[in-house]
């Protein structure tokens, strides 16, 4: 079936250094993919997307990798700080045949001062 | 944004027993969803919440288990009946669909444990 999954479920970094988290997807449908941050005891929040047709998208400090030949996704944080620690999913988003987001497993990020 | 909160925001609650969530934005939205997450693990998407309409559910996910309702477009509820233990996890309310675009948001949450 689809899913979308993700490489590493845990990843350590020091404070300053860059970030890469990644992502495989299976459903070639989606219409979008988007990048969620969640801290403990909330719900997630939105950080970055990036449409099918899209093979790179950058925002504050993030940036967003779509590859389709090899269906992954990779978001990378530059400069790493202690208050990105998080878990970050990867989600899928169909808008056609009804607006339906999907999500991964999740990647839990540890920031070292 | 829409700023969404849910009632309880926990509950410790007995096998056999029910209990409601209910959901608030801030403003008229399009969509409303109902997900889960137990712990550690992912989001799972239970049923989009449909005004005025039965909720459409996922797989795995039946309307006498977790019925919705939704009476307007600011507000949602999702009851978990009949519970066990299995039920313990985190509900989450999420919405999209404001005026500013489909951009998705979501609740903090009702942290749910079943003795």
């Known amino acids: 079936g689809e899913s979308v999954g993700l490489h590493l479920p845990t990843l350590s970094v020091q404070e300053g250094d860059n970030s890469i988290i990644n992502c495989a997807y299976s459903?070639?449908?989606?219409?979008?993919f988007i990048w969620y941050k969640q801290e403990s005891g909330k719900g997630p929040q939105f950080i970055i997307d990036i449409r099918s047709n899209m093979d790179k998208r950058q925002g504050q400090r993030v940036t967003v990798l779509l590859n389709k030949t090899v269906k992954h996704l990779s978001l990378q944080i530059a400069a790493t700080q202690p208050g990105d620690s998080a878990v970050y999913f990867c989600a899928e988003n169909r808008e056609t045949g009804g607006f339906k987001t999907i999500f991964g497993a999740g990647t839990r990020l540890f920031v070292k001062a | 944004s829409a700023v969404i909160s849910q009632k309880p925001s926990r509950d410790i609650c007995q096998r056999g027993t029910s209990l409601t969530i209910q959901c608030q934005v801030d403003?008229?939205?399009?969509?409303m969803f109902w997900y889960r997450q137990q712990p550690g693990q992912s989001l799972t998407l239970i049923a989009t919440?449909?005004?005025?309409?039965?909720?459409?559910?996922e797989s795995g996910f039946v309307i006498d288990k977790f019925p919705i309702s939704r009476p307007n477009l600011t507000f949602s509820t999702l009851t978990v009946s009949n519970m066990s233990p299995e039920d313990s996890s985190i509900y989450l309310c999420s919405v999209a669909g404001t005026l500013n675009g489909n951009e998705q948001f979501f609740g903090p949450g009702t942290r749910l444990t079943v003795l």
């Open positions: 919440a449909n005004q005025g309409s039965e909720a459409t559910y």
């Open positions: 403003s008229q939205v399009t969509m």
């Open positions: 459903n070639s449908a989606s219409d979008y």
